[in-house]
């Protein structure tokens, strides 16, 4: 999408799907931000998709026609990251063999993605911060420096502020980085975005490998709800190519998914009590759910409502409720 094209607000961007509140909150932010050449650093669990929304905001930016460079620090060997980032010139190191350009100066003009920044080590922060601030890089191996243009994104699923409490991550380059904030919410706490890609996934993989999927059954659609989807939309993905890799047919159902059955977060109300417990002892997810029920009585059936007192998302009551329904 060239720079300055717009689409409706709290529709999908990029390669995003789903349509939740705190999703139409992430594109309304990320179409402001995009505008921007701040440092924008994106946290969220893993398979939250931060690499997408990095693409997003490259996309929608002025240098959208620049390359747009993507760099996981955590896959990259510390002894061959600052060549990897900044280029070398040819006999500097062994095997050495040729000039190479950096990750950074190939994104000159254009977006360089800093995935797991939060894994590079203290010397390479600094090094890091030195670009930042200069605008420059120099080749491993070389004594002049070449100017760089790019916009930086950054992302981690660590908690980048207790990073820094820990003495793992510099400070000075985190307020270097962290100038616009992007948290991307889990996909647990999206609703009903769950079967939107859920469905998308199924209609692609379908055609990948040549199946003939149509749709999700009921009962599979209250599945992938009930589950806490810990590894988020990555997971999701796994779940459901498997599911189109091991069976056919033009309904899914919810034993092809071969998901746990357990409610999210909580055990089956028959499990057996503790042996020595208190009979007033129940399960977690149990105790949430009557304090839920009951903010949600008191507060007249006005569920967004009940959400704000009780500091959740609304699309989160919605969703747990949808679970303990479908488990009852």
């Known amino acids: 999408m060239p720079y300055g094209c717009q689409t409706a607000t709290g529709k999908p961007l990029g390669k995003f799907i789903g349509t939740s509140t705190s999703m139409q909150a992430i594109y309304q932010a990320l179409r402001l931000v995009a505008r921007s050449e701040a440092p924008v650093f994106v946290t969220g669990e893993s398979g939250t998709g931060k690499e997408l929304c990095a693409e997003v905001l490259h996309l929608y930016s002025a240098r959208w026609q620049g390359p747009f460079i993507a760099v996981n620090c955590a896959a990259i060997p510390a002894d061959l990251l600052e060549s990897q980032l900044f280029g070398h010139l040819k006999g500097a190191f062994t095997g050495a063999v040729r000039n ?41 191996g070389a004594t002049t420096s070449r100017a760089v243009n790019c916009r930086i994104v950054c992302a981690t699923n660590a908690d980048p502020a207790e990073r820094v409490r820990q003495r793992r991550f510099r400070e000075d380059l985190y307020y270097r980085l962290h100038v616009v904030p992007v948290m991307l919410p889990p996909l647990r706490e999206r609703g009903g975005d769950i079967i939107e890609v859920a469905s998308a996934l199924l209609e692609r993989y379908t055609a990948a490998e040549k199946r003939a999927f149509q749709r999700l059954s009921q009962g599979a659609e209250q599945a992938l709800l009930r589950y806490s989807w810990p590894g988020n939309v990555r997971e999701l993905e796994n779940v459901i190519r498997r599911a189109v890799v091991m069976h056919d047919g033009v309904v899914l159902t919810e034993s092809m998914l071969n998901l746990p059955v357990t409610p999210l977060g909580g055990m089956s109300e028959d499990k057996p009590a503790i042996r020595g417990a208190s009979s007033v002892l129940r399960p977690l997810w149990m105790v949430e759910r009557d304090a839920i029920e009951q903010a949600i009585v008191e507060c007249g059936g006005n569920v967004p409502r009940a959400a704000a007192i009780l500091e959740v998302a609304a699309s989160t009551l919605y969703r747990k409720r949808l679970a303990w329904k479908g488990a009852s």
């Not at 990750?103 to 800093?114: C, H, M, P, R, S």
């Not at 894994?119 to 605008?135: A, I, P, V, Y």
């Open 100 to 140: 190479q350009v950096g990750y950074a100066a190939a994104a000159d003009g254009g977006t360089l993605f800093l995935d797991e920044v939060a894994e590079l080590s203290l010397e390479m922060q600094g090094k890091l911060l030195r670009f930042l601030q200069t605008g420059h890089v120099v080749p491993v």
